[in-house]
């Protein structure tokens, strides 16, 4: 069965100061991992895929990084509207399932 | 749209009645998931379509679920005799194949009491 755990559940950040959430997985192959974003009340919003260890993806501020058992969302000098409940979700290689399995996420607050 | 939509955005029903959730996935996008997200909970899984395979149903938590996806686009999420453990917001996404990133919709707030 495919795991996903997120760490830390909340994070509280002065503007401008850096740090890196981690999705920690278990799968028994894997398919993709995935990163979204979530405001209050709306959907996740799609932010990066990774397929294979070694791999990054940058957008404005995000960065995410991929090894054979976790990934690194890094925040670099964030602001305030960068506040939203992170998500990680892996998809494995299991009886041809295709289901995404998603972590609880990490709430981030960015205080100005 | 360019995104996927979901209908009604809220719904409040009474225990025991039925509900029909229905979601139109982005256009050309073969895959569909339907998702659960109950309070400080995430994200349970919950049926998965691919274009004209049989559905992977094994995350439907009773009979009282049950999903059907019409000539590949449109899907409708049905909850029979709702109990109010039934209550979350149901998340509906679309992906253009297997292994690619999914999109999701704004989600429907079900409030059973």
């Known amino acids: 069965e495919d795991q996903v755990t997120q760490s830390p559940e909340a994070l509280r950040l002065q503007e401008g100061e850096s740090s890196s959430l981690n999705c920690s997985y278990t799968?028994?192959?894997?398919?993709?991992l995935f990163w979204y974003r979530q405001d209050p009340g709306k959907g996740p919003e799609f932010l990066f895929t990774l397929y294979s260890a070694g791999e990054e993806k940058e957008k404005e501020r995000l960065k995410a990084t991929l090894t054979k058992k976790e990934s690194f969302l890094h925040i670099t000098a964030p602001k305030p509207e960068d506040s939203a409940t992170y998500l990680c979700a892996v998809q494995g290689i299991g009886a041809g399932s295709y289901q995404l399995t998603f972590g609880k996420g990490t709430k981030l607050s960015v205080i100005p | 749209g360019a995104g996927v939509s979901q209908s009604p955005s809220n719904k409040v029903t009474e225990k025991g009645k039925d509900v029909e959730l229905r979601c139109d996935p982005i256009?050309?996008?073969?895959?569909l998931y339907w998702y659960r997200q109950s309070l400080g909970q995430g994200l349970e899984f919950l049926i998965y379509f691919q274009g004209n395979s049989a559905p992977d149903k094994s995350g439907l938590p009773s009979d009282r679920f049950s999903a059907e996806r019409t000539g590949g686009s449109v899907s409708t999420l049905t909850i029979q005799r709702t109990q109010q453990e039934d209550s979350a917001v149901y998340l509906c996404?679309?992906?253009?194949?297997?292994?690619?990133?999914?999109?999701f919709g704004q989600g429907t707030r079900l409030t059973v009491v």
């Open positions: 996404a679309s992906s253009r194949t297997t292994n690619t990133e999914a999109f």
């Open positions: 256009s050309g996008h073969t895959a």
């Open positions: 799968v028994s192959g894997l398919r993709g």
